[in-house]
């Protein structure tokens, strides 16, 4: 299985502080995913980045890539109150997505 | 345009009961998956569909059962509940494949007394 291991597995910043969040996997992959949890609500998807890309960017988010460490971070500038949330990376490669524990990020106004 | 539904979204059943949790999705995706999460174990596969009649097991597929007579419905059923399937279920469907974007349901908050 691809399953991603998030780290730290908590966080506490400050609004407009920026939040970076890592993880790290085993195997090779196709993609890998970083989703987002709110607080009793189902997941929602971030962003996918591709196995050749290196860096990518959506909103105030930005996911790098690195294989052959075999890693990702995902970064998040300008934290808002609202970002308040786990997150999780989905490393994937032809096979149903595997979701670690996640990290908790928890943003103070 | 509902996106993808769950229902109940809270339900408390004994044990030995047998219960089935709905979805129903939108979007003609090809694919729907079956996830439970647990506080310490985050979220496991129960079961995914690639198609309509075409189902396999995830990680935890012991005492569950899942169909797919058609494309926009999946259910999930609890043949006889045990108080370790006390969860929290969600529902997610994808269009491309396995290992692409997940679209999660609101989830079915599950207790079993």
């Known amino acids: 299985s691809q399953q991603g291991e998030e780290d730290p597995q908590a966080l506490s910043i400050q609004e407009g502080e920026n939040a970076t969040m890592n993880c790290s996997y085993k195997t090779s992959i196709n993609n890998l995913q970083w989703y987002r949890q709110n607080s009793g609500r189902g997941l929602v998807h971030l962003i996918l980045i591709r196995s050749n890309e290196r860096e990518k960017h959506s909103g105030r988010l930005r996911v790098t890539l690195d294989t052959s460490k075999k890693s990702s971070s995902l970064l998040i500038t300008a934290s808002r109150a609202a970002d308040t949330a786990s997150y999780f990376c989905?490393?994937?490669?032809?096979?149903?997505?595997?979701f670690g524990k996640g990290t908790r990020l928890s943003v103070i106004a | 345009d509902a996106g993808i539904t769950q229902s109940p979204r809270y339900k408390i059943t004994e044990t030995g009961r047998q219960v089935t949790l709905m979805c129903h999705q939108t979007w003609s995706h090809s694919y729907m998956f079956w996830y439970r999460q647990d506080l310490g174990h985050g979220l496991r596969l129960i079961y995914y569909?690639?198609?309509?009649?075409?189902?396999d097991k995830g990680e935890v597929p012991d005492g569950y059962v899942v169909s797919r007579s058609k494309t926009e419905n999946f259910p999930l059923t609890l043949e006889s509940a045990t108080r370790s399937q006390t969860s929290v279920y969600f529902c997610?469907?994808?269009?491309?494949?396995?290992?692409?974007?997940?679209?999660f349901g609101p989830g079915t908050r599950l207790t079993v007394t």
């Open positions: 569909s690639a198609a309509a009649d075409i189902t």
């Open positions: 989905a490393p994937s490669g032809n096979t149903p997505l595997v």
């Open positions: 997610a469907s994808s269009l491309t494949g396995v290992d692409y974007e997940q679209y």
